[in-house]
C-alpha cells in the first residue's frame, strides 16, 4: 500500500489573451487534443492498461485536483506558515478543466476550505482546455490557465497564491534529512494519510479496474488511524460510490491503526511493506477484512498515476 509523495500547484500566470471571451469559447470548443499539446485526439497512443492517454490525463486531473489541492485546507490547519500566509486573504479560485473535474479553494477569514464541483462564491475561475493541461500545470508547466472570472486577482495568482502550494510541496516532497525532525515527519504524514484517502475516492470514480474492485466491496467504513490520537481519515464504501472524510468515526466496520507516526509514514510512502508491517504488529487490523483488501488493492493503484 503506498501513497507517494507529489508535487502540487506551481506558479500560476494567466494567458495573455485570456481577457477575449470569444477567444476563450473558441479555445474551448477545439479542446479534445492530445496532453502534449501536439497531437490530435484521434492520434494519442494508448497507455495504462489500454486507457488513452487522454483517459489517463484524465484520472491523474482527478486525483489532482480531488486529492492534491483538497490537502490545502489539511495544509492550513497544521501549518502555522501557511496560517500566517493566508491570514489577510479573501478570494475564493475555482478549477475547472473543461468536461473534467472542477474544484475550488477557498480563503477567508484566516481559514481555507476546499471542496469539489463548482461553487457560486468564486472570485476567480481558472479554466484547463484538457486534463493534460491541468497535470502539466501541477508538473511546473508554463502552459497557464485561462481565466475567465477575475481578472483583477490575477495578482493573487501570480504572487500570493503560489507562496501557499510552495508550503504544500515542502511538506509533501522532502528533501534530504527533512523528516527527521519530528514535527515535520509528522506534518508530512498527515497530509499523506488525506491524500490517500482522497485518491481513493478519485481512483474509483475515474480508474476502471479501481471502480470494479470497488462495486464487488461490501457496504461498510473503513477507519485509518495512526495510534489512539494522531490523524485520522476513513473511507466508506456503498453501492452509491465512495465518501471519505477526515476524523474518527463512532462504528467503523472495520479498522487500519498504524502504530505510530514513523510506521505510518513508512507504509504509506512505500518504503516498508504494508503486509510485512502487519506481520510485526506495527499496523493493527481489525472488522470487515474486505474493506481493507479492498482498500489497499486500491492503493496500490494510486502509485500509477500520482508516483
Not at 141 to 151: L, M, N, Q, R, T
Not at 213 to 223: K, N, V
Not at 237 to 250: H, Q, T
Request: aromatic share 6%; charged share 20%; glycine share 10%.
Amino acid at each position: 500500500m503506498t501513497c507517494r509523495e507529489v508535487i502540487p500547484i506551481h506558479p500560476i500566470t494567466p494567458m495573455p489573451h485570456a481577457g477575449n471571451p470569444r477567444l476563450v469559447r473558441a479555445i474551448l470548443k477545439n479542446a479534445p487534443v492530445c496532453a502534449s499539446f501536439k497531437l490530435p485526439a484521434k492520434a494519442c497512443r494508448h497507455g495504462l492498461e489500454g486507457l488513452s492517454i487522454m483517459g489517463v490525463d484524465q484520472i491523474k486531473a482527478s486525483l489532482n485536483l480531488g486529492a492534491v489541492l483538497q490537502n490545502l485546507a489539511e495544509l492550513c490547519r497544521l501549518d502555522p506558515e501557511s496560517q500566517k500566509l493566508i491570514r489577510d486573504w479573501d478570494v475564493c479560485v475555482q478549477f475547472t478543466v473543461f468536461a473534467g473535474p472542477k474544484a475550488w479553494v477557498e480563503f477567508r477569514g484566516g481559514e481555507c476550505r476546499t471542496g469539489l464541483g463548482t461553487t457560486a462564491l468564486s472570485d476567480v475561475h481558472l479554466v484547463f482546455v484538457t486534463p493534460g493541461h491541468l497535470n502539466a500545470m501541477f508538473a511546473g508547466s508554463a502552459i497557464p490557465p485561462i481565466p475567465v472570472k477575475g481578472f483583477k486577482r490575477l495578482g493573487f495568482l501570480k504572487n500570493e497564491f503560489p507562496r501557499i502550494t510552495a508550503r504544500l510541496e515542502h511538506y509533501l516532497k522532502p528533501g534530504p534529512g527533512m523528516l527527521d525532525d519530528p514535527a515535520f515527519l509528522a506534518a508530512n504524514t498527515t497530509l499523506t494519510l488525506h491524500t490517500a484517502a482522497n485518491a481513493l475516492r478519485e481512483l474509483v470514480k475515474t480508474e476502471p479496474t479501481a471502480g470494479k474492485i470497488a462495486a464487488g466491496t461490501p457496504t461498510g467504513r473503513l477507519q485509518l488511524a495512526v495510534g489512539s490520537d494522531g490523524p485520522a481519515a476513513w473511507v466508506s464504501f456503498s453501492p452509491n460510490g465512495m465518501e471519505v472524510g477526515r476524523g474518527r468515526l463512532e462504528h467503523p466496520d472495520a479498522t487500519m491503526t498504524f502504530r505510530d507516526i514513523p510506521v505510518a509514514q513508512g507504509v504509506l510512502s512505500g518504503k516498508e511493506d504494508g503486509l510485512a508491517a502487519i506481520g510485526r504488529g506495527e499496523v493493527v487490523i481489525w472488522g470487515m477484512l474486505p474493506l481493507i483488501d479492498s482498500a489497499t488493492l486500491i492503493m496500490d493503484r494510486v502509485e500509477r498515476y500520482l508516483a
